[in-house]
């Protein structure tokens, strides 16, 4: 079946952009995962609307992802198709105030631009890890802002490869959650409205938002960024430490001693070893608090449930 599907995909899409048994944590940053069958950087739209129509058409399962920041790939990889979004879709235009920038462009990087052109009200997210399609997909947010602020609007496709133009109310954005993981939309680029502010005033603020993460998260450990998130009238990383889980270890992964919202790669750690940790975090916190944590990073491949 895969050979069958190899002969069509290379059909669909440059054999250069396609990779076999790609291993999984060198995209992740978490640096862990096994191989996944196909690996596919589409270049436009149209590539793109290309092979998720094959992989609709031949029922081959299939997964965007951009920055790989928040991802657990399962040990024994994932049988279907990867489809990176990243340099080729990380183009950024600005029209007065508002920016509209394509998914696979880094967050920083968004930032930036929008310091450059003296605009304020992204300085949030210009330290999280991730790309602007898995930002507006789970509504990410840091220090008090979330994308939801910013947005007006987006173009997303279906899994039909229909591209839809979606306003702010119809993206639906909550707490770490969207339209786009409902319906399995993949986002192609989207507006962010700011406003104008002094640059030196806004790379301040970014610079001190930056080294306030520095001082409180183990940026220099592998991790997939908050691992939990945040239960209604609590704080994850308090109901973790006072559980006495604080640098728990399970295999190479362990609850971070700098930070207990954060499991690590501490040491060469596996999928399993992960999971492990997060199961047992939450079973504790659960006993002891009688609060059911619910993990943010997302899990992909065989194997990966939460309760076996």
């Not at 940026?219 to 006072?242: C, E, H, M, Q, W």
Request: hydrophobic share 40%; glycine share 10%.
């Amino acid at each position: 079946m895969e050979d069958l599907f190899y002969r069509k995909l290379i059909l669909t899409a440059p054999k250069e952009h396609i990779r076999l048994d790609e291993p999984m944590e060198y995209h992740t940053s978490l640096h862990i995962g096994g191989k996944a069958d196909f690996y596919i950087t589409p270049t436009d739209v149209e590539e793109l609307k290309a092979v998720v129509c094959l992989c609709k058409n031949e029922n081959m399962p299939y997964y965007i992802m951009g920055n790989g920041s928040n991802l657990l790939v399962s040990d024994l990889g994932y049988r279907g198709v990867i489809l990176q979004l990243g340099d080729e879709f990380s183009r950024a235009w600005v029209n007065e105030e508002t920016i509209t920038a394509q998914a696979g462009i880094l967050l920083a990087r968004l930032a930036n631009v929008a310091a450059d052109q003296s605009l304020t009200g992204f300085e949030f997210a210009s330290g999280i890890p991730g790309t602007l399609g898995g930002a507006v997909t789970m509504n990410a947010g840091a220090y008090d802002g979330e994308m939801k602020q910013c947005l007006t609007g987006a173009r997303v496709m279906d899994e039909e490869g229909n591209v839809k133009e979606l306003t702010l109310d119809e993206l639906e954005l909550g707490y770490r959650t969207s339209i786009l993981q409902k319906e399995n939309y993949i986002l192609l680029e989207a507006d962010i409205r700011l406003s104008r502010g002094e640059e030196q005033l806004i790379r301040q603020k970014m610079n001190e938002l930056n080294a306030q993460r520095r001082e409180k998260q183990p940026l220099d450990k592998y991790s997939a960024g908050s691992t939990f998130k945040r239960p209604v009238g609590y704080f994850a990383g308090k109901l973790i430490n006072d559980a006495g889980l604080r640098g728990y270890q399970v295999g190479g992964a362990a609850v971070s001693e700098k930070h207990c919202g954060f499991v690590i790669n501490k040491d060469n750690a596996t999928a399993e070893d992960f999971l492990s940790v997060i199961r047992d975090v939450i079973r504790i916190v659960d006993e002891k608090f009688g609060v059911q944590l619910e993990p943010e990073v997302k899990f992909l491949g065989e194997a990966m449930k939460l309760y076996p």
